[in-house]
């Protein structure tokens, strides 16, 4: 299904497009509940307008539990999930969107299957795993050096030709690898870039984000908590602070550096809860706005505390892919 409608966070009158979660069913327009408070973001330069907060479920293995958090963020309204078929719980995921009929749902190809028999093959396994007939935004996990980018993006095409996708995102991808990967398209565009980025974690604000920006390409940021780093002792200055703003929308310190992420132009954000609690308060960090002293504050008081950048644990290990790859490779050759 695709979510449009307003940018608004009065929903009575919102259009959305579903699909059903059953597999074989179509897609169609309806009129959302009046409800949640969500605001809303363009994805890309579609007319798709997408949760400005989304669910992820990287480590989500609890089906018991993780199906009750995800189910509690999409009747919320944070009806975008978030998953990959790397993180092997596509299943559960569709277990908790069965039913469910405004949910978009985003999932990710590994790099090791690239090739592009190999796409398709992993598109068709997370269609049926997932128990849908289409998946909304279909991305690349990371980039693969070792795979031409124009032979897996052909394979894009192709699903997006053959209507198993709808729309074409990449996660990890730098200006340079984006540049490349938007260059071996033939048609479309990519709608989507998924990076790390949290009030902790801000490398994409060197360079990525203006790209991102000027083309239009919607920033899914991914674990904007910070892995729940935000909360632990050595941040708590930080925290303080966040309350402290917090108190004056009467919203929590996550809420708070939720906030502070959507309201940059483009950026949504998809944090991981595996607590009904926290699912429902990270909705609730959406359809409101810090103001802009707040947000001057808040910028103030992190540059005062950043000594140096942080930087994103993931980087290492993805900019090293060809080690990665090479690994994941040598692991499915073993299985066969
Ligand atoms: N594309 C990529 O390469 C990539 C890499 C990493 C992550 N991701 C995606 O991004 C998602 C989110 O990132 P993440 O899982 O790394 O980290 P995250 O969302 O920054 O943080 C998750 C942690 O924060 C806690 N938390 C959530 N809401 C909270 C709240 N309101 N108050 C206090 N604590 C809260 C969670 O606890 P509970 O679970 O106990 O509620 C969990 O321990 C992933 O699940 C995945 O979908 C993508």
């Not at 095409?157 to 996660?171: A, N, T």
């Not at 609730?284 to 103030?300: C, M």
């Amino acid at each position: 299904m695709g979510i449009s409608g307003t940018n608004s966070c009065k929903l009575a009158s919102a259009s959305i497009t579903t699909k059903s979660s059953v597999s074989g069913r179509v897609n169609r327009t309806r009129t959302k509940p009046e409800g949640t408070g969500m605001g809303y973001k363009q994805l890309g330069t579609t007319s798709e307008k997408i949760p400005e907060i989304g669910i992820g479920t990287w480590k989500m293995l609890n089906e018991a539990t993780d199906v009750e958090a995800i189910r509690a963020a999409i009747e919320h309204g944070s009806s975008l999930v978030d998953t990959a078929e790397m993180y092997g719980n596509e299943e559960l995921v569709g277990e908790a969107i069965k039913g469910q009929e405004n949910v978009f749902i985003a999932t990710k190809v590994s790099p090791h299957n690239f090739r592009y028999d190999d796409v398709i093959r992993s598109c068709d396994a997370s269609i049926r795993k997932l128990g849908v007939k289409q998946i909304d935004l279909y991305q690349l996990h990371w980039p693969n050096h070792s795979i031409p980018i124009a032979e897996t993006m052909r394979a894009m095409e192709q699903l997006k030709r053959d209507g198993k996708i709808r729309h074409i995102g990449v996660s990890n991808f730098d200006v340079k690898e984006l540049k490349e990967a938007q260059g071996s398209l033939k048609s479309g565009e990519i709608v989507c870039n998924q990076v790390e980025y949290s009030i902790l974690v801000r490398d994409i604000e060197r360079g990525l984000m203006d790209f991102c920006k000027r083309e239009r390409i919607t920033i899914m940021a991914y674990s904007p908590l910070a892995r729940g780093a935000i909360f632990s002792k050595k941040y708590e200055q930080l925290r303080v602070k966040l309350e402290s703003i917090g108190e004056n929308h009467d919203k929590s310190a996550a809420q708070v550096a939720l906030n502070w992420l959507i309201s940059k132009p483009q950026v949504v954000a998809i944090p991981k809860a595996c607590s009904i609690h926290h699912a429902i308060e990270n909705a609730e960090a959406a359809g409101w706005r810090i103001t802009p002293e707040e947000l001057s504050e808040i910028n103030r008081f992190l540059s005062s505390v950043r000594k140096r950048p942080i930087t994103s644990i993931f980087t290492p290990v993805i900019k090293h892919n060809g080690f990665w790859s090479r690994h994941m490779q040598n692991k499915k050759r073993a299985k066969v």
